[in-house]
C-alpha cells in the first residue's frame, strides 16, 4: 500500500507557473505507474499525465502537451508536475494516483491510490 499527498497547488495568473509535488509514503514506489488527474467544479476527474515505473516514458492528454511536465525521483518516492503557460481553463483540484496497473492508463478507474489533492487556481 502507499499514502500520497499532493502540495505545491495555488493561486497564479494566466501565463504563469506552478510546479505540484507528490510524496508517496509507504514500500515499493517503483510498483506503481504514476498519473495526475484533475476535477474542475461540476465536471468529472479527468486525466492530465501518466508516467511509467522507471520515469523513461510518460503519455499526456492533448490539452496540456508542451506546457506541463511530469517526473519521477523513485530513490525519494516524489512524483512532480511542472505547468506552464497556465490557462484559466486549467482550474481545478489536482490529484496524484498509484496504478498496480500492467499497462499505462487514463482511467481513473484504474488507480489504487489517490492523494487528497491540492488546489490549483489560474486567474484571467
Known amino acids: 500500500q502507499v499514502q500520497l499527498v499532493e502540495s505545491g497547488g495555488g493561486l497564479v495568473q494566466a501565463g504563469g507557473s506552478l510546479r505540484l509535488s507528490c510524496t508517496a509514503s509507504?514500500?515499493?514506489?517503483?510498483?506503481?505507474?504514476m498519473g495526475w488527474f484533475r476535477q474542475a467544479p461540476g465536471k468529472e476527474r479527468e486525466f492530465v499525465v501518466v508516467?511509467?515505473?522507471?520515469?523513461?516514458?510518460?503519455y499526456y492528454t492533448d490539452s496540456v502537451k508542451g506546457r506541463f511536465t511530469i517526473s519521477r525521483d523513485n530513490a525519494k518516492n516524489l512524483m512532480y508536475l511542472q505547468m506552464m503557460s497556465l490557462k484559466p481553463e486549467d482550474t481545478a483540484v489536482y490529484y496524484c494516483a498509484a496504478s498496480r496497473s500492467s499497462i499505462a492508463t487514463i482511467r481513473a478507474v484504474d488507480y489504487d491510490f489517490w492523494g487528497q489533492g491540492t488546489q490549483v487556481t489560474v486567474s484571467s
Open positions: 508516467i511509467s515505473r522507471s520515469g523513461g516514458s510518460t
Open positions: 509507504g514500500r515499493s514506489f517503483t510498483n506503481y505507474r
